[in-house]
């Protein structure tokens, strides 16, 4: 059974700090690894989605990498603006998704 | 990518009614899948419904409980039965598409309060 940690559980940065998000699961028989982030009382959105042949994905200031034989995804936000502030979740792909318990991020203007 | 409605938004109902929660996507779609996220909690996968067959359930979730229909390619409902106070979520349906990338995309989810 996939398990799926999230560390740290929640993070607070002045804006303009880089943040680092880091993701780790159990089973390194995946396909694929998704980020996603999800404001308070909202859906998710995802964000990047790495494949396993993949190490690393990038999308404006979002950068993913993904290890995936040690098991570990890392999420980095350069520039962190207020508007960053949410949950992040990570979710690495078997026959399903599995969640970890996310990162919740404030970014102080 | 797909875009995917919920109908209702939240709703407030009292112990031992039913919701169905519908969920509307803007294309088809092969796979439809129905979460459960509990106040402070993470996802947790209620139901896999595929187009034409019964859903899949996860352990701990049953048909009578959650009942799931999927009609055709672009609607499914969830349906919370006899619901408890334990039932306050927020449900969420995803689907899964981007071209044999397997990504999913999500709802913007149905939040539950039981009284």
């Known amino acids: 059974k996939q398990e799926v940690t999230q560390i740290p559980a929640a993070l607070s940065v002045p804006e303009g700090e880089n943040l680092v998000l880091n993701c780790s699961f159990t089973?390194?028989?995946?396909?694929?690894l998704q980020w996603f982030r999800q404001d308070p009382g909202k859906g998710l959105t995802s964000l990047l989605l790495?494949?396993?042949?993949?190490r690393e994905q990038t999308s404006g200031r979002l950068n993913a990498s993904l290890d995936k034989s040690s098991g570990r995804s890392t999420l980095y936000i350069a520039a962190s603006q207020p508007g960053d502030s949410a949950t992040y979740l990570c979710?690495?792909?078997?026959?399903?998704?599995?969640f970890g318990g996310g990162t919740r991020v404030l970014v102080k203007p | 990518s797909a875009v995917i409605s919920q109908k209702p938004s939240r709703d407030i109902c009292q112990r031992g009614t039913s919701l169905t929660i519908q969920c509307q996507v803007d294309s088809q779609v092969t796979m439809m899948f129905w979460y459960r996220q509990q106040p402070g909690q993470s996802l947790t996968l209620i139901a896999t419904a595929n187009q034409g067959s019964e859903a899949t359930y996860e352990s701990g979730f049953v048909i009578d409980k959650f009942p799931i229909s999927r009609p055709n390619l672009t609607f499914s409902t969830l349906t919370v039965s006899n619901m408890s106070p334990e039932d306050s979520s927020i449900y969420l349906c995803s689907v899964e598409a981007g071209q044999g990338r397997y990504e999913q995309y999500f709802g913007p989810g149905t939040r539950l309060t039981v009284t």
């Open positions: 089973d390194s028989a995946i396909y694929n």
């Open positions: 790495i494949q396993s042949s993949q």
């Open positions: 979710a690495p792909a078997d026959n399903k998704l599995t």
